[in-house]
């Protein structure tokens, strides 16, 4: 993990470090996020070691092209062979000689010789050097596709030592400096789905490279829901570049699949979309060379036109851009255009947005109005102020987790007004048919030209009124929900639709999962705390925290913090402080990852709580920060003097974890202790070490269970450890007995592999 860490870290970017100071408040900032890594990627787009590069097909798009980016339209890149329309079409080898190659071709730059040796003289006198033939070699660059290739002249990586005496010659090898390699090339079959255009199935993919990252968080108020994001992050979602601190240059790219633009010159054909620079998410320092730009491919020319630019701003409202394309260059069939952006290449900094991309003829200069009405952003959450709660507490009570209604944003972006009418089903995710469908229950008919209006879904309320059924599901329920709108006309139909799971299981959440900023504290000893409400009592037992990668000038990973629990703020009361420091954990298997860090001891909470940390160095930690649901009021930080709330605008990504209505260790009797018990490391993952005061005393050490039960039990020995390798992970309780069986000392301690 550390080796990863360092490879985004290692970059002191100037940019990160001024829009941290431009948002600095005594304790807290907030800054960009700085990796989104897809599922199984890698830091940098690095070939295969397998040395395989994949030509993707794709299926000509024809007039109009329209994409509001409300269904992810990009080709993924991620072919592999042996799957499925893969095809394996060619293979390029580095080395050739003569039109030749083998595997096991090898040569080095210099010459070699055979040396002819007198063994019989005490010198060793060499007798005659005679040069081994050369070889012209044919060298493929298989870092590029088509390789290029050059000739050398080399030679076989030995010298032999030839003796008059000895019948045996001796060869000497030398290290090559050109070793056979391969390069296989794979065809990957188009994408043969389709997209609803209209009244008409058009081929899905649309754009041939996924270096943007299409999204529905990152955007403020778009035309429609989803958008196209360009950053400086890579398609992997790491950044391009880290190792300078300001990283400038090319970031992503769309580039679209070839469209048939075989049209005689006019003026009626256009391109248009809209853009937003910055957004929720990115930096807000403003360069001036930072820029998005459109360009047009000449087929004939095999040339990339520039036809527009637009430099970085301040956030402003989604601004539209209409182009003409009347050059006879780019009318064949073959056309395509693309979007680029420059700017900081080391993590998600200097953003732009692009939405409802549109080319098709017969259209005029005043052709902006859109005819369509959408969903504006998504919804994560049926319950009231929370996106999840633990089963065994909604189980008991579940109207009174369940909101009363959902409020939810449309537009319609037509100049004229439409009949609109809305609806929701809801049902445990996988059946069919869902179990509640509410239809119809809402609708605007009148004076909704070229606005955006909020509409309210009833949940828990009114004539559609239900809470989820926890006897359809056992410890967790999964709860799928869809919001739809009817209107007519309506351009794209897949932005009327919005589909999320809910997640009852066993914590609280106030976050939608995904992550726009990073929040920080970054002085010792500061506090920050969320606030959580339960029914009644509970246990907890860990917290969940995502840490999103940051660039600074401290390495991150050596940030520290005590996970803390309090039962008030003002006055501060803490029930619970981890013994042992935590450090963040930044996961690079996936976006917005959440690591769970264990309690010492479970701990019995009720009504109020407060979970957080207290900031031991000032080392920023870049804790995800949800900018889309709003719980402010339940982030409180401190640095002197009482707890203050949050001055941000959003949902700390932090979790708690329960277990039960009662303490976990009530089958564990309470035995009273003669001496103070150390156990260390807590957690353990391989063994734990276990000190006593009075040890001449000791005699045998029993790990308990939970249920009470010993599960392991050994001499006591102060300075030999005691293996937890063979345990389930999960709590313990460490204790030392006395030659007569009394209880010395106890301790608990967490096993985690």
């Known amino acids: ?412 972006l037509d100049i004229d007004d439409k009949f609109i009418t809305w609806g929701y089903d809801s049902g445990i995710d996988g059946t069919t048919p869902p179990f509640e469908t509410c239809v119809n229950y809402g609708n605007n008919i009148s004076n909704n030209a070229e606005t955006t209006f909020p509409t309210t879904h009833p949940v828990n309320s009114g004539t559609c009124s239900f809470v989820y059924d926890p006897s359809l599901s056992t410890d967790a329920a999964f709860w799928r929900t869809t919001y739809w709108l009817n209107a007519t006309p309506n351009n794209i139909p897949y932005n009327d639709t919005l589909s999320f799971v809910q997640e009852i299981s066993n914590y609280y959440s106030y976050d939608d999962g995904s992550a726009e900023a990073g929040y920080s504290l970054n002085t010792p000893g500061a506090k920050a705390a969320v606030r959580f409400d339960t029914q009644g009592g509970d246990s907890l037992r860990a917290v969940r925290m995502y840490f999103d990668p940051i660039f600074s000038e401290n390495d991150p990973t050596d940030g520290s913090f005590l996970l803390t629990v309090w039962s008030s703020l003002n006055p501060e009361v803490i029930v619970f402080q981890n013994f042992s420091y935590g450090e963040p954990n930044y996961r690079f298997d996936g976006p917005n990852k959440f690591v769970e860090f264990p309690l010492d001891s479970t701990i019995y909470v009720e009504n109020t709580f407060y979970v957080g940390w207290v900031q031991t160095n000032a080392i920023k930690m870049n804790v995800g920060f949800d900018k889309n649901r709003d719980n402010s009021d339940k982030i409180f930080y401190k640095v002197s003097g009482p707890f203050t709330p949050t001055s941000y605008e959003g949902s700390l990504m932090l979790r708690p974890v329960m277990v039960s209505a009662v303490d976990p260790w009530a089958s564990v009797p309470e035995s009273p202790v003669t001496d103070q018990l150390v156990v260390y490391p807590n957690p353990a993952g391989e063994e734990v070490f276990i000190k006593l005061e009075n040890a001449d005393r000791a005699a045998t050490v029993e790990l308990l269970d939970l249920l009470g039960q010993v599960v392991e039990r050994t001499s006591y020995r102060a300075s030999t450890p005691m293996s937890v390798v063979g345990l389930v992970p999960g709590m313990y309780m460490v204790r030392v007995l006395d030659r007569e069986g009394g209880v010395m000392g106890q301790e608990r301690i967490i096993v985690q592999h």
């Open 1 to 412: 993990m550390r080796s990863i860490s360092h490879y985004l870290l290692l970059a002191v970017g100037a940019t990160w470090l001024a829009t941290a100071s431009a948002q600095l408040v005594p304790a807290e900032s907030l800054g960009p996020i700085h990796a989104r890594p897809l599922e199984g990627s890698t830091p940098g787009e690095q070939r295969s070691l397998l040395n395989e590069y994949f030509i993707y097909e794709y299926l000509p798009q024809t007039l109009p092209v329209e994409d509001d980016f409300s269904t992810d339209r990009t080709r993924h890149l991620d072919a592999q062979s042996g799957q499925g329309g893969v095809t394996l079409t060619d293979t390029y080898y580095h080395l050739e000689v003569g039109g030749v190659s083998t595997a096991d071709m090898v040569f080095v730059l210099e010459p070699t010789f055979r040396y002819t040796y007198d063994v019989s003289d005490p010198d060793n006198v060499i007798l005659d050097t005679i040069p081994l033939a050369s070889s012209m070699v044919t060298l493929y660059d298989l870092s590029v596709y088509p390789p290029t290739l050059s000739v050398v002249e080399a030679w076989p990586p030995y010298n032999i030592d030839d003796t008059l005496t000895v019948y045996i010659d001796t060869t000497f090898i030398i290290p090559p400096d050109l070793v056979q390699d391969s390069l296989f090339v794979y065809t990957v079959a188009a994408d043969a789905r389709t997209y609803e255009q209209g009244l008409t199935q058009v081929p899905l993919i649309l754009w041939q490279d996924d270096y943007a990252y299409v999204n529905r968080t990152y955007p403020v108020d778009p035309p429609t829901i989803g958008v196209a994001t360009f950053d400086g992050l890579d398609r992997t979602g790491f950044p391009y570049d880290v190792t300078v601190p300001l990283p400038y240059g090319e970031c992503d790219k769309l580039t679209s699949v070839p469209i048939n633009l075989q049209f005689p010159p006019g003026d009626s054909l256009y391109l248009s979309f809209l853009y937003q620079p910055q957004g929720l998410s990115g930096d807000d320092v403003v360069q001036v060379q930072d820029s998005l730009i459109v360009e047009l491919f000449a087929p004939d020319d095999n040339e990339w036109v520039q036809v527009w630019q637009s430099d970085y701003s301040a956030v402003q409202p989604f601004q539209q851009v209409m182009l003409p394309i009347t050059d006879a260059r780019f009318l064949k069939p073959d056309f395509q255009m693309r979007w680029r952006n420059f700017g900081t290449r080391s993590g998600a900094l200097d953003q732009w947005h692009i939405d409802y991309v549109r080319l098709g003829r017969n259209r005029s200069f005043d052709d902006t109005v859109l005819v369509d009405v959408a969903f504006v952003m998504p919804e994560s959450s049926l319950l009231e102020t929370y996106t999840s709660v633990p089963f065994a507490k909604f189980s008991t009570s579940p109207a009174i987790y369940m909101a009363q209604s959902v409020e939810l944003t449309m537009k319609n």
